[in-house]
T-cell receptor
Framework: EAQVTQNPRYLITVTGKKLTVTCSQN?????MSWYRQDPGLGLRQIYY???????DKGDVPEGYKVSRKEKRNFPLILESPSPNQTSLYFC??????????????FGPGTRLTVL | TQLLEQSPQFLSIQEGENLTVYCNSS?????LQWYRQEPGEGPVLLVT?????EVKKLKRLTFQFGDARKDSSLHITAAQPGDTGLYLC??????????????FGKGTLLTVNP
């Protein structure tokens, strides 16, 4: 089954404790991205990657890191999480750049709480 | 920064009623996508409209892209409880040369009561 998987689905952590949220897709997609979704603010892009070893900042990259060492994986790293990073995070992938004809597939989400 | 304004933000209706959700911007988009998101899940693409003035139908859902490619609407006929969810519009635009960017609206939370 074609899908985007994220782990963990739920995470409660404390300020400053490094964490990684994994994202994997099995569709051989080149384009992957991370979003955060907050009430009243909608979905905002954190980082995106157009291919292996190619990443770029989205709208809200501060406090986050990403890597793309393999085509299928795109982990999101929070080196020193803070309470304002409490949010619902989504990973997404598409065959290519989000052009007119490319469908973007979203993962199930990771709900992160930073105390 | 390109913004997409969705309205209404919340909508609660009875089963069988019709409704329209709007997505407006002052910017031109290459295309516009509509997603539906259910609680505990990621957004799922419903449709992409590409050409100004384009109308697409998906069963009881009708999507329209404005002539100037700055706005879009989603109309649902005879809404059913299964239509309940968060509806998101997203505009696709060129950003910095050949990169494409997806900008999301804040969403319309629709509740259809039996």
């Amino acid at each position: 089954e074609a899908q985007v998987t994220q782990n963990p689905r739920y995470l409660i952590t404390v300020t400053g404790k490094k964490l990684t949220v994994t994202c994997s897709q099995n569709m051989n997609h080149e384009y992957m991205s991370w979003y955060r979704q907050d009430p009243g603010l909608g979905l905002r892009q954190i980082y995106y990657s157009m291919n292996v070893e190619v990443t770029d900042k989205g709208d809200v990259p501060e406090g986050y890191k990403v890597s793309r060492k393999e085509k299928r994986n795109f982990p999101l790293i929070l080196e020193s999480p803070s309470p304002n990073q409490t949010s619902l995070y989504f990973c997404a992938s598409s065959l290519g750049l989000p052009r007119s004809t490319d469908t973007q597939y979203f993962g199930p989400g990771t709900r992160l709480t930073v105390l | 920064t390109q913004l997409l304004e969705q309205s209404p933000q919340f909508l609660s209706i009875q089963e069988g009623e019709n409704l329209t959700v709007y997505c407006n911007s002052s910017s031109v988009f290459s295309s516009l996508q509509w997603y539906r998101q259910e609680p505990g899940e990621g957004p799922v693409l419903l449709v992409t409209v590409v050409t100004g003035g384009e109308v697409k139908k998906l069963k009881r859902l009708t999507f329209q892209f404005g002539d100037a490619r700055k706005d879009s609407s989603l109309h649902i006929t005879a809404a059913q409880p299964g239509d309940t969810g968060l509806y998101l519009c997203a505009g696709v635009s060129l950003s910095g040369g050949s990169n494409y960017k997806l900008t999301f609206g804040k969403g319309t939370l629709l509740t259809v009561n039996p």
